[in-house]
């Protein structure tokens, strides 16, 4: 199951084509949409939430709410799209008085992305490489999470820290499978604490006192994994590889953990490393989860907890110096209308991202044809995981 996205920020839509899907699987509109609200929420956002109502339409590869095993067309309407009509048209003459993005932005496309395409005007780069892009991403996992869904994997995820606030975890590889979705959703920050909830909006409210953008981290949980899903042959089998990929595929995001992450690298061995068990109704287990469900890039069967850091946004209030490209000359960085934080929006994102790697190594084991072939290979497999384990 793989995915592609077309679209500009300010253009009339964003689209996403998914393909790979098996027949057979039930969609959820409502569910699609409830993800894409998710996604505009948190404590932080900028104006542009307050114009954009994402709802999904479904144009191609369905009928009567079942997928027919075709390629699944999603499309995003841009409400925005109105006051930009002139300035983003995709054919006609360039207006008289269109005002080209000049002053790239420190720490975003603009620069190497003009220099790259031999563009005058970095709002060619600016449109195409904003976080606005990712509605189609969440658009499109809606597919990948439903598919996991009806094989009892569930994905979702919290935010740990925002800026120097953080979420109090003794150990968050046991805690994080526990948090309730529910006390995650309503906090403003989507963070399972109130007593971190309140010190993270303190943040943010700092921050745009001072002109500033906060980044911060994330946690990725996925219940329900069956173990053995991924591949050790390989590069391109091992599901830390393919995890990792579309994580750092997210424009923000600047380090990835799996289980303990960079905190193994401080521990002996002894306290690294999860011993094994046998349960007879569980079968072959672990003590404990420090590896975070993966070994050897394949899962174990324990719930996959992946933490990813993410960079305060690039657009600032208080710009960052830069340079003119038509004087070359100092200027201040130019301003879009821009969140002040936008973790627990990114952490939504990731969940995207998260579920397609998985849904692709489930179909990749179980087979991709149809629904109930699918769901046949998986209960084959759970009986003999069953039976090797008595």
């Known amino acids: 199951m793989r995915y592609m996205t077309a679209g500009e920020s300010h253009g009339p839509a964003l689209t996403a084509i998914v393909d790979g899907v098996p027949a057979g699987l039930k969609i959820s509109e409502d569910q699609i949409n409830s993800d894409l609200a998710r996604r505009q929420s948190g404590y932080g956002r900028g104006g542009r939430q307050a ?6 339409s479904v144009t191609a590869g369905m009928r009567f709410g079942r997928t027919i095993g075709s390629p699944v067309a999603l499309t995003v309407a841009n409400r925005d799209w109105e006051n930009w009509t002139d300035r983003m048209a995709a054919f006609g003459d360039v207006p008289s008085d269109l005002v080209r993005e000049v002053c790239p932005r420190p720490g975003h496309a603009d620069l190497v992305g003009a220099l790259k395409t ?4 970095c709002r060619n780069i600016l449109e195409r490489a904003s976080a606005r892009e990712t509605a189609a991403r969440v658009a499109a996992a809606g597919i990948a999470r439903e598919f996991l869904a009806e094989l009892g994997v569930e994905v979702f995820s919290y935010v ?23 006390d995650i959703e309503l ?22 006192e001072a002109g500033e953008s906060l980044g911060g981290t994330f946690r990725i949980v996925a219940t329900g994994l069956l173990p053995g899903v991924g591949g050790y042959a390989t590069t391109g089998e091992r599901l830390t590889s393919r995890i990792g990929a579309v994580l750092f595929s997210i424009p923000a995001i600047k380090g990835v953990e799996f289980g303990l992450g960079f905190e193994a690298a401080r521990r002996p061995g002894s306290q690294v490393h999860d011993p094994i068990t046998v349960d007879r109704k569980a079968g072959f287990t672990r003590t404990r989860n420090n590896a975070g469900g993966l070994e050897g890039g394949m899962t174990t069967g324990l719930p996959l ?9 690039p657009t600032l209030m208080t710009p960052l110096s830069t340079v003119n490209l038509d004087t070359l000359e100092p200027e201040e960085a130019s301003r879009e209308r821009s969140d002040v934080c936008a973790v ?23 087979g991709h044809d149809n629904m109930t072939d699918i ?9 003999r995981l069953r039976t090797i384990s008595r």
């Open 344 to 366: 627990p929006a990114c952490a939504v994102v990731a969940e995207a991202e998260v579920a397609f790697a998985l849904a692709d190594a489930y179909l990749e084991k179980f």
């Open 118 to 121: 031999n563009t005058d005007d």
């Open 160 to 182: 740990a820290s925002i800026g120097g606030a953080s979420l109090d975890e003794d150990d968050p590889m046991l805690a994080a499978p526990d948090y309730k979705p529910l």
């Open 305 to 313: 907890i992946v933490t990813a850091a993410m960079k305060p946004i």
């Open 375 to 383: 769901k046949a290979a998986v209960k084959s497999y759970r009986q």
């Open 51 to 56: 114009i954009e109502r994402d709802r999904v």
């Open 187 to 208: 906090s403003d920050v989507r963070c399972p604490s109130e007593e971190a909830t309140e010190a993270m909006k303190a943040e943010i409210d700092a921050a745009r």
